[in-house]
């Protein structure tokens, strides 16, 4: 039962170069979420997905792009890699039959940008 | 803006003692609340939800959550804590902008001493 699934666990990018963070569920959950964690901050939405071929932007999407071609995968990509953009990253999946679903989560993305 | 709050940056207690992790939460209409916990090096595990009904819920790993609709508050609490208790602990609100999404607060350190 593996669930949420992201690669790679750590990554070190320079300035300017993209990336893509991949994450992929197996419950065939309809909502997947990108978010990354700061000290101190808590949890930002990037974005977000209802569906295949439907994605929107969160709160902070500045920087990133996503794709859903699938229920199953749920990418995320940084194109001109910027300090900023240092932190972890989480994805997650939310059942959408019934309401106030609980969300399952990956291990995380370590990304840091030099 | 629908939103939670985590006064305490940490929080320390001793092994066998009981603990209580705080949160308020400030939304309109009906609150969905949550608590997730990551241990290092982890992504976020759900441990318990209110959503209506008792306001004392009982949850994972012996956590349980008291709703108090007055005090606008859900505070986490264990009678006995545990060592292995040590982590990130996150309150979040679940709401509905067309789409459902956690809103996150920034997290408590919880140290329990042997």
């Known amino acids: 039962n593996a669930g949420v699934t992201q690669t790679p666990k750590f990554r070190i990018l320079k300035i300017g170069q993209s990336m893509t963070l991949q994450c992929t569920q197996d419950?065939?959950?309809?909502?997947m979420y990108w978010y990354r964690q700061d000290p101190g901050m808590g949890l930002k939405l990037i974005y977000y997905s209802v569906g295949a071929g439907i994605t929107d932007k969160g709160e902070v999407p500045n920087g990133y792009n996503v794709s859903r071609s699938t229920t199953e995968d749920f990418p995320l990509r940084l194109e001109l890699a910027a300090p900023s953009q240092t932190s972890v990253y989480f994805c997650?999946?939310?059942?959408?039959?019934?309401?106030?679903?609980?969300?399952?989560f990956g291990q995380g993305t370590r990304l840091t940008v030099v | 803006a629908q939103s939670v709050a985590q006064p305490e940056d940490q929080v320390n207690v001793a092994e066998g003692n009981p603990l209580t992790v705080k949160c308020t939460y400030s939304v309109s209409g009906n609150p969905y609340l949550f608590w997730y916990v990551q241990y290092p090096n982890r992504g976020l595990q759900f441990l318990l939800k209110?959503?209506?009904?008792?306001?004392l819920v009982k949850g994972s790993y012996g956590f349980e959550a008291e709703f108090n609709k007055s005090q606008t508050s859900f505070h986490l609490k264990k009678p006995s804590a545990l060592v292995s208790d040590s982590a990130l602990y996150f309150c979040a609100v679940s709401v509905n902008t067309g789409f459902q999404k956690l809103v996150f607060g920034t997290g408590t350190r919880l140290l329990v001493s042997p």
């Open positions: 419950m065939n959950h309809n909502y």
């Open positions: 997650a999946s939310r059942n959408d039959q019934g309401k106030h679903t609980e969300a399952f």
């Open positions: 209110y959503i209506t009904g008792d306001n």
